[in-house]
């Protein structure tokens, strides 16, 4: 009998502690209405020239980061970047800790199903990275196929090399990608063209590695949290912004191709 | 370019301290609860302290980082740790809650280390349950776990990497901002490598500092 009693005890007090943690869940804030009760928008960001970096005195620059910075003026609150890892993105937005992921995030499925999306602004492409001492036997995207891979684990990268069918290694980050090629230990990585054109080549501890072949076309976009009104806010905000002819101001600032901007409508 | 790694990494190294500082102001008291309560002769209680301490140690301290950090926004309505140096205050608690922890097994072993004769001396004496432990255990617990101590005070300082799981910005987080791309340098591999030093320097330090204090504490060598 006594046994029965305790066992009876605990169920009650777990019983009372999940009650506790879903009585006080979310009232029916919509996402604008939080994020402006609150003042800021939080926006999670990495290093990632030329669309969020730091200029020399410290405040955040870039492509997306101006961008960010005038959608926060156009709802009335302050905008605030917080470096993220890039692996807890989804997580980062679901608990709070960010408002919005805007950082060259390509659109993917994977990503759709983590959060929601706005209209793609900008083009990318997956780019294949060799040693320069080999890249002119790779030249097309056939010739590639039989290379042993490095990928950022979960990326648009690692799509693309998978659906060429080719052997790969996921690895932590883009970058551990390219440190793979230049030890050897891969014969090749694939990272965003907008990350190559800044990260390889001369000048850089990537010298010796270059970039050849093009593997796919993809879209940036910027996520929110599953069912945030904050989608439609953008959207609107990026058409106004294009139509001012200001978003292609801003990307000739930060040497982005005109090309590469997408037409808002 | 070396003056503004240096600077970055600076940067990070300080934060490193502030999280090790912060962790062992923390973790060292709480630590002498836990083993109180791990010790204690109330059944409820000891069962208590040693299910929380099997959970601790037996789940990796990243895990327990995410959890601390993401968790509480999924369920509430704000994520409290959403204030100035919110994650640095989370990537403490869980580091004081992990380290005291381990902490509090040392401590058990070395208070259970000291002969009951010692005590049974001090009831002899007259003197107060209190001051047994005070003067008579306490201060020999303390040299008895001198060494084991250091082991985690040392491991403690590499540990404090794996706080850039919930992007708190520390030292390994410095150096690897260059790879990535950061004020205004990319591709550069050196300031990652470049990370060991501090951490070898510092944990030089801490081997100097914890060998003085075993020489200091050989007094009571019985």
């Known amino acids: ?265 | 370019m070396f003056m503004t790694v240096i600077r970055s990494l600076n940067e990070g190294f300080l934060e490193t301290l502030k999280l090790f500082a912060v962790t062992l102001l923390g973790a060292l008291p709480l630590g002498l609860v836990i083993s109180f309560g791990s010790m204690s002769r109330f059944t409820p209680l000891r069962w208590f302290t040693r299910t929380v301490v099997w959970v601790v140690r037996g789940t990796p301290l990243m895990l327990q980082l995410i959890i601390l950090f993401y968790v509480p926004g999924f369920v509430l309505d704000s994520n409290p740790w959403a204030i100035e140096n919110g994650r640095f205050w989370a990537a403490a608690v869980a580091f004081i809650l992990n380290y005291a922890c381990y902490f509090s097994e040392i401590y058990r072993g070395g208070i259970q280390g000291v002969p009951v004769g010692q005590q049974e001396a001090g009831q002899v004496l007259g003197m107060t349950k209190r001051q047994i432990f005070f003067k008579v255990t306490l201060l020999q617990m303390i040299k008895r776990i001198v060494p084991p101590m250091s082991n985690e005070v040392i491991t403690l300082v590499k540990d404090t990497a794996i706080a850039r799981i919930i992007a708190w910005q520390e030292l390994i987080y410095a150096g690897y901002a260059f790879l990535k791309g950061s004020h205004g340098y990319a591709g550069l591999m050196w300031p990652l490598f470049f990370t060991g030093l501090y951490y070898l320097a510092f944990s030089g330090v801490l081997t100097l500092f914890f060998g003085w204090l075993e020489k200091k504490m050989s007094y009571f060598r019985s």
């Open chain 1, 1 to 265: 009998m006594k046994a029965v009693r305790k066992v009876l005890c605990v169920v009650l007090v777990l019983l009372m502690a999940v009650a506790c943690f879903t009585g006080c869940k979310k009232e029916n804030k919509s996402d604008k209405e939080y994020v402006q009760e609150k003042g800021v928008l939080v926006v999670g960001i990495t290093d990632f020239a030329p669309m969020d970096y730091q200029d020399e005195d410290g405040n955040w620059i870039g492509f997306d980061a101006d961008l960010a910075k005038a959608f926060a003026k156009k709802l009335g609150v302050k905008v605030e970047f917080q470096l993220i890892d890039w692996d807890n993105k989804a997580f980062e937005l679901e608990g709070k800790a960010i408002d919005v992921v805007w950082n060259g995030m390509t659109i993917t499925d994977k990503v759709k199903a983590a959060m929601d999306c706005s209209n793609p602004y900008c083009n990318n492409q997956q780019m294949v990275i060799v040693k320069k001492s080999v890249a002119d036997q790779y030249t097309t995207k056939d010739s590639v196929k039989g290379l042993k891979f490095a990928v950022e684990e979960g990326s648009a990268g690692q799509e693309q090399v998978e659906a060429l069918g080719a052997e790969f290694t996921p690895v932590a980050d883009q970058t551990a990608a390219l440190l793979e090629v230049k030890a050897g230990t891969a014969d090749a990585a694939v990272i965003d063209s907008l990350m190559a054109a800044a990260t390889v080549g001369e000048g850089t501890d990537y010298a010796d590695l270059m970039y050849t072949v093009g593997l796919n076309d993809e879209q940036y976009g910027v996520g929110f949290r599953k069912g945030s009104d904050l989608v439609d806010e953008l959207n609107a905000f990026f058409k106004e912004y294009y139509e001012s002819g200001e978003m292609l101001k801003l990307a000739k600032k930060y040497k982005i191709v005109e090309s590469a901007i997408i037409e808002q409508k």
